[in-house]
């Protein structure tokens, strides 16, 4: 049997458990097996044979338990297809451009290259005024950062649809 894909993710507010979410389901139109999980609820990563792995960003940082995964799993996902997003800026327009060609937070850079992952990408988050606490909004009016919805289903899409023909061939 073939082994599964982990899509595992840190987030807030529930905006990058929404993308997460997107990519197990195209990724299970392509029909394979997906898990979609919380990282603090992966167990067993010997169950897997392809990973992927996604944080919401705040302030440059990925969330705490997303940087404690990929530390903490360092030498298992070295040895397994990997493939990383973040999720976050806020804005009209290409994600990558908005961040000025920003991926993910400087601190995990060693990590990351040691890892090798066969993609990394960032897709545009969402922030709602209404969920935030007052430090949040302060700091969101001062940055004068957007508020909305700015993920692109249809990039989210394009970039598992990409991942399952990796797995697949693989497979093959």
């Known amino acids: ?3 599964k894909i982990l899509v595992a993710y840190a987030s807030k507010r ?19 097996q997906v898990d979609v999980l ?16 996604g944080s ?12 404690r995964f ?3 799993n360092e030498n298992h996902l070295s040895e397994l297809p990997v493939w990383l997003f973040s999720s976050g800026p806020t804005g009209t327009g290409d994600p990558l451009e908005l961040t000025e060609g920003w991926l993910f937070p400087e601190s995990l850079r060693s990590v990351i290259e ?14 709602e005024q209404k969920a935030m606490n007052f430090f949040e909004r302060m700091i969101i009016k001062k940055v004068k950062a957007p508020i909305g919805d700015f993920r692109n289903w249809e990039a989210i899409t394009s970039w598992a649809e990409a991942i399952s023909d990796h797995h697949l061939q693989v497979l093959n």
């Open 14 to 32: 529930g905006a990058t458990a929404g993308i997460a979410e997107k990519i197990g389901e195209a990724l299970r139109d392509k029909g394979l």
């Open 70 to 72: 990929i530390r903490k």
């Open 114 to 127: 040691r890892i090798k992952p066969r993609g990394i990408t960032i897709f545009g988050g969402k922030l």
């Open 56 to 67: 919401a960003v705040y302030i440059g940082l990925w969330r705490r338990e997303g940087v």
């Open 1 to 3: 049997m073939a082994k």
């Open 38 to 53: 919380p990282v603090n609820k992966v167990r067993d990563l010997t169950l897997y044979g392809t990973v992927v792995l």
